[in-house]
């Protein structure tokens, strides 16, 4: 079974439109995350979640808040898409307290505003 | 600021011995990682180096200096398959993960 999902796989939407990106991870990890990563190949934080606490990074645009039902969840959702917005987006999970904190990343999400 | 860099591109041939430099200025240090990247699929774990020294694992090994802030991969008897980008990560002093763009390898036969 895929330790760490995303969907939908491919998403092509307007410019102005609300959408979400759901992440779900069946490896009882406690910190979830959020990364973009553009053109350029950048891995960029977004947001870092567990039971405690949110960081957000502080470039992202409020436009974009993470909602999270349960601890195996972490949904992306983004309001009033813009151009720029175009991307592929990482979901990733972690386990706290470990040596090496590996993150398992989702097979990513193919975010394109037309 | 927090700056990752490491070489765009590089190519070497099959059956071969590269070396991926990664070098790195952060605030605070709390391990280095390296991802292996396929060309439209996710970032996936290759090695951990929180230590100076090497470490080995397989054909790949990775090695840390912490005095020079400096890392490299090592990918030994090279396969086709390896063809990848190779991504650096620090974790810093609040545990958040600092990434390089990445190398591209390309393997030619």
């Known amino acids: 079974d895929t330790a760490v999902s995303q969907t939908p796989k491919y998403l092509v939407t307007q410019m102005g439109n609300d959408k979400s990106i759901k992440c779900e991870q069946n490896?009882?990890?406690?910190?979830m995350y959020w990364y973009k990563q553009d053109s350029k190949k950048f891995l960029k934080i977004m947001f870092s979640?567990?039971?405690?606490?949110?960081?957000i990074n502080e470039t992202v645009p409020n436009r974009f808040s993470p909602k999270s039902p349960d601890k195996a969840h972490l949904n992306l959702h983004i309001n009033s898409l813009e151009l720029g917005d175009s991307a592929v987006y990482f979901c990733?999970?972690?386990?706290?307290?470990?040596?090496?904190?590996?993150?398992?990343f989702g097979p990513g999400t193919r975010l394109t505003v037309l | 600021g927090q700056n990752i860099d490491q070489p765009t591109e590089m190519t070497a041939t099959e059956g071969a011995i590269v070396q991926i430099n990664c070098t790195y200025q952060?605030?605070?240090?709390?391990?280095l990682f390296w991802y292996q990247q396929h060309a439209g699929e996710a970032p996936t774990f290759l090695s951990y180096?929180?230590l100076d020294g090497l470490e080995e694992k397989g054909r790949f090994s990775s090695f840390l200096s912490r005095s020079k802030g400096y890392s490299y991969l090592l990918l030994k008897e090279l396969q086709m398959k390896d063809s990848a980008s190779y991504l650096c990560?620090?974790?810093?002093?609040?545990?958040?993960?600092?990434w390089g763009a990445g190398t591209k390898l390309i393997i030619k036969p």
């Open positions: 180096n929180v």
């Open positions: 979640y567990n039971n405690k606490e949110l960081i």
């Open positions: 490896l009882g990890h406690d910190t």
């Open positions: 990560a620090v974790r810093d002093s609040n545990y958040q993960l600092i």
């Open positions: 952060t605030s605070g240090f709390n391990g």
């Open positions: 990733a999970s972690s386990q706290e307290g470990r040596s090496t904190d590996t993150q398992y």
